[in-house]
């Protein structure tokens, strides 16, 4: 049979309209079905959401790990000072509660990695579904081309037509089915490539489920290290409680001292602007404006040191492990390395400083109507009546018998108020 007639006897005019039909219809079918994106928007978007929270995880848990390091080697430096019970016992709360966080942490970045991990799986399981529908019209569409016997030289296929009108159908139809073969196959190819990166992440993400279980369980342990090392301190602190006693009393009221000498330098300093003003005291136009610039940063004023951890609060407290011991604070103590760069946390004026036995140096910065104090300073780099800028060196942390740590006090003094401040409320949070 000639190539000709290989054409034109199975094909009558009706047939051969009905076979093309059908082709184009299986083209048509392969076009609304292979053009769809093979990665859902839903799974990019979930995937660009999960980066960026693994990326908060990631720096958050650096933060909390920092913390513990330096409290770490505070702990270490504490163990040496067998008079510095109270802050022994709160630099291991402090870790306790910073392993807590941590531990917390990992659960967070866990059930974030399960829900990429679940979200990963579903996607694979959709390409490869998406990848035969594509296998399959792909082969009826080849299916139909053999039919109407367009694999042995399809363009004898359009030679072979009857007449000019065919010729163009015949030769727009084989134009399409080419054009969709191609674009099909380079569809399921990228749809292959896809689901093998798809692969890839969910291998990945399980990998990195199972490195972060593993670092709960270690902080697990590091937490009942703590726990265990907290209650033995408690029984060393019980057997020499008699002795500790009697230290805690005379280095409270060696604070108390200090306390008085603060309060009392500070209404000196209220008076002498008092009288200079004769006898009409109230803040300037520049006080104002610096008071109320100090009162919108509450909450988010620098500490006055770049690393330490706070191991005496604010206010009136019970001693942590021994009975009927009282301490009271203007301020907090911040127990830091030994050197540290002490820092003013807002502008202002400096407007005393004086040296107190077993405090060091004291700085006193005024801001309108409120006051900053640092003590237990060495290397003093200010002078009385400097005006200051935020985060300007005030001086050292002094390292004492007792160990090393930097007492900080905030003040309101605007009108007749003579209040100290809780520093945790205006300083940032830690």
């Known amino acids: 049979m000639s190539v000709e007639n290989h054409y034109k006897v199975p094909l009558n005019k009706r047939r051969e309209l009905d076979l093309i039909q059908g082709l184009m219809k299986w083209m048509l079918v392969a076009m609304l079905l292979g053009f769809a994106p093979y990665t859902s928007p839903s799974f990019q978007a979930q995937t660009e959401d999960t980066t960026q ?15 513990l390091a330096t409290t770490s080697r505070l ?8 008079n510095e019970a109270s802050s022994k016992v709160a630099l291991i709360d402090r870790q306790i509660e910073l392993r807590e966080r941590l531990i917390r942490h990992h659960q967070s970045t866990i059930r974030a990695l399960e829900r990429s991990t679940k979200s990963a799986d579903s996607e694979i399981r959709s390409l490869e579904g998406h990848i035969d529908i594509l296998k399959d019209e792909y082969a009826m569409m080849i299916q139909q081309a053999y039919r109407m016997k367009l694999a042995n030289n399809p363009l004898m296929f359009v030679f072979a037509s009857e007449d000019f009108s065919q010729a163009a159908l015949r030769f727009r139809m084989l134009q399409a089915y080419a054009e969709i073969r191609k674009k099909q196959a380079a569809e399921i190819t990228e749809a292959q490539n896809s689901l093998a990166s798809s692969r890839e992440i969910l291998s990945k993400e399980r990998e990195s489920v199972v490195e972060a279980l593993a670092d709960q369980e270690l902080e697990r342990d590091a937490l009942n290290r703590d726990r265990s090392s907290r209650a033995d301190l408690v029984l060393e602190i019980k057997r020499e409680e008699k002795r500790l006693r009697k230290t805690l009393r005379k280095q409270e009221k060696e604070r108390q001292r200090l306390n008085d000498e603060i309060k009392r330098i500070i209404e000196a300093e209220i008076e002498a602007e008092r009288a200079s003003a004769a006898g009409e005291y109230a803040l300037t136009p520049a006080g104002k404006i610096v008071s109320e610039e100090f009162e919108k940063n509450r909450n988010n004023l620098p500490w006055p040191v770049a690393r330490g951890v706070v191991t005496r609060e604010f206010g009136r407290h019970k001693h942590p492990t021994i009975a009927g011991i009282t301490i009271e604070s203007n301020g907090i103590d911040i127990t830091t390395d030994a050197g540290a760069s002490v820092f003013s946390i807002f502008g202002g004026t400096v407007s005393s400083i004086f040296a107190f036995p077993g405090a060091g140096e004291t700085v006193i910065v005024t801001h309108g109507g409120y006051r900053t104090v640092y ?8 002078k009385k009546g400097d005006t200051i800028d935020r985060a300007v060196k005030l001086g050292s942390a002094w390292t004492s018998p007792k160990g090393t740590s930097v007492h900080f006090e905030v003040w309101k003094v605007a009108g007749s108020e003579r209040s100290p401040q809780n520093p945790k409320s205006w300083l940032q949070p830690r």
Do not use: C, F, Y
């Open 375 to 382: 003590s237990n300073l060495e290397n003093v780099l200010v």
């Open 53 to 67: 929270k693994k990326k908060e995880l990631t720096e958050k848990r650096k933060e909390i790990e920092e913390q």
């Open 75 to 82: 702990i270490g430096e504490a163990k040496k000072n067998r």
